[in-house]
C-alpha cells in the first residue's frame, strides 16, 4: 500500500524484518540510502514465498 501513497514519508521498518524476509521470501529488499523501493522487475509485491523454508513454521 505504500507504494500506492504519493506523499509517504515514514514506514515503520525494523532490523529484524531484514532477518525474517529474506529468511521466507525471494525477492525481498532492504534499504538503500534510507529507502525502501519494490523490485519492479517481478509480478506484484515482488516477493515469492520460500514455502519450503516456512513450513518449518507452519503450525
Known sequence: ??????KLVHLEYFH?????????FDGARGPVKGALTPDLSRPGM????KRQDAERYAL
Open 16 to 24: 529484524d524484518h531484514a532477518r525474517i524476509e529474506h529468511m521466507l
Open 1 to 6: 500500500m505504500a507504494c500506492a501513497a504519493r
Open 46 to 49: 515482488g516477493l515469492e514465498l
